[in-house]
């Protein structure tokens, strides 16, 4: 069993930055890649980027590209998301995964956060 607790949420101001990150905790190399998704109301949960165990692969969804980054602390077993130039198109719930593998859709990855709520102004 992996356990995920995603923290450093809030509301910020567009073109501000924020830190996102997710304590893990049980199991975790059989379950080796990480990853971040997020949700709006009403939307479908969208992928947002991926590592793998190693911190040397990486994966982002287009619209996120140049501004977000994504790395791991395996010593810590926290994985982290550097958010820049927010948009309010960011405002959603983000989660963090574990899987044996990386993905773009929800159901290639085995754990879940309870998430973490992103709000960004206008």
């Known amino acids: 069993q992996v356990q995920l607790v995603e923290s450093g949420g809030g509301l910020v101001q567009a073109g501000g930055s924020l830190r996102l990150s997710c304590a893990a905790s049980?199991?975790?190399?059989?379950?080796?890649?990480m990853g971040w998704f997020r949700q709006a109301p009403g939307k479908e949960r969208e992928f947002v980027a991926a590592?793998?165990?190693?911190?040397?692969?990486?994966l982002y969804v287009d619209s996120v590209k140049g501004r977000f980054t994504i790395s791991r602390d395996n010593f810590k077993n926290t994985l982290y998301l550097q958010m820049t130039s927010l948009r309010p198109e960011d405002t959603a719930v983000y989660y963090c995964?574990?899987?044996?593998?990386?993905?773009?859709?929800?159901?290639?990855?085995?754990?879940w956060g309870q998430g973490t709520q992103v709000t960004v102004s206008s």
């Open positions: 995964a574990a899987g044996p593998v990386l993905g773009t859709t929800p159901s290639r990855w085995t754990y």
């Open positions: 049980g199991r975790t190399v059989r379950e080796p890649g």
């Open positions: 590592i793998s165990w190693s911190g040397g692969g990486t």
